[in-house]
């Protein structure tokens, strides 16, 4: 069965249609592998066992009547830790959440139930979900694939090491300034961040709710389509004949270029060149408002996450990792005047690189500039922690501050992602690209 484990979510639902692999023997292979695996504490918060078998019942029952729900049906699939679970305890990662128990289901997961997937449990995540190196010190921090003394990536840090470590076929994460396609990059998988606003996010414990997104973490580009269709209860993109052959694509050299490292760098370039060999005609373009938008990012995150959190941390601050809730506690000194006025001209911004980049099929990034750094270092130095953290992220979140899907793809280079930005609600139009743009990397 560890056969299965090592194939992507897509190939196992086909071998689950044409009878070759029973639900059942699957999520039970999944389960006695976690309960093996050293790190799985790490990983998983918490397993949701009885309901995984039940599910995995039905969706045999149904494989053998002939009437599969979708695709996936019957493929285990792992859930972040912010995702509402009825009777199952959801924490967010934080302390200061413990004990918390919903009594139902998130949207998402009662519209992936319904298309027939599995809940294998729910996977460990940065505190409240507010960081991207995936660091947790007060619940915990999950293996990186690649190397076990650096952070995972976050904050769908556990989501990221579920697929990774093959303990799950396909993972659910939240993304609010990268947290699904950072882990997703550092550990070697493909990431999607939707359009804010696409996916349903009731039952999803917020961040910062105008920026707040849903999204899959899998092996495949397909994977990434199916999951999306789950969580939306819809049919996935069609992406037979995807091409690179006249895709019109730009780099965007504004920020995101500027102090990356290396390793990233050079992957980067590594793949800008096997698009171009395929066909793809890559222009580079500057977009000097972005360093702008950057700069209002400050505003519009943190005031509103310590909007939401104000109460809940301030009624036990010892009990949150000291960087996060500082992080949490800057945007007391912002004024409401500040955050209209930040809204207000991020939507100007906005209206400007829809303008720049109309012509163009994706805009393409390193997913980050740095690569994962080293877990003990992060724990024992704030300054480095900040500094980190910021870099992590600061390539991801151009997509959130201009309201775009995002995804991230692996390249050559372990923990180094190509990100492509599509265009807001295209979400099919860039799963297309990135299916050709995947087969020409892996190549």
Known sequence: MTYWRGMSAAEQGRAIGRGDLIPTWLVEDYLAAIHADPAADRIYARLTEDRALAEAEAAEARAKAGLRLSPLDGVPVSWKDLFDTAGVATEAGSQLLAGRVPGRDAEVLRNATAMGLVCLGKTHMTELAF???????????PPNVNDAALVPGGSSSGAAASV????AAAAV????????RIPAAWNNLVGLKTTHGRVA?????????????????????????LMLAALEGTKPADLTGASLKGARLAVI???????????????????????????????RVAFPALTEAFALAGVLFTTEAYGIWREVIEAAPDRMYPPVRERFRSGAQYSGADFVAA???????????AALVAGYDAVLAPTAAILPPDARRLETDPDYFTA???????????????GLPALTLPTATPACG???MGRAMGEEALLRLGAAAETTLSA
Not at 389 to 400: E, G, H, M, V
């Open 418 to 420: 190509l990100m492509l």
């Open 164 to 167: 990774a470590f093959g303990l």
């Open 388 to 402: 980190e953290n910021l870099l992590a992220l600061r390539n991801t979140r151009i997509a959130n501050l201009m």
């Open 131 to 141: 960081s991207g190196l995936g660091l947790n010190p007060m619940t915990a921090t």
């Open 253 to 283: 050299e504004t920020v995101a270029l500027e102090n990356c490292r290396d390793t990233p760098l050079a992957a980067f370039d590594e793949a800008l060149a096997r698009l171009s060999d395929r066909g793809a005609r890559i222009e």
């Open 343 to 353: 809204w207000r001209r991020l939507h100007a911004i906005r209206t400007d690189w």
């Open 201 to 225: 996010k009731g039952g999803v414990v917020p961040l910062v709710e105008r920026f707040d997104t849903v999204g899959p973490l899998t092996r495949t580009v397909e994977d990434a389509a």
């Open 173 to 180: 994460g939240s993304d609010t300034g990268g947290s699904v």
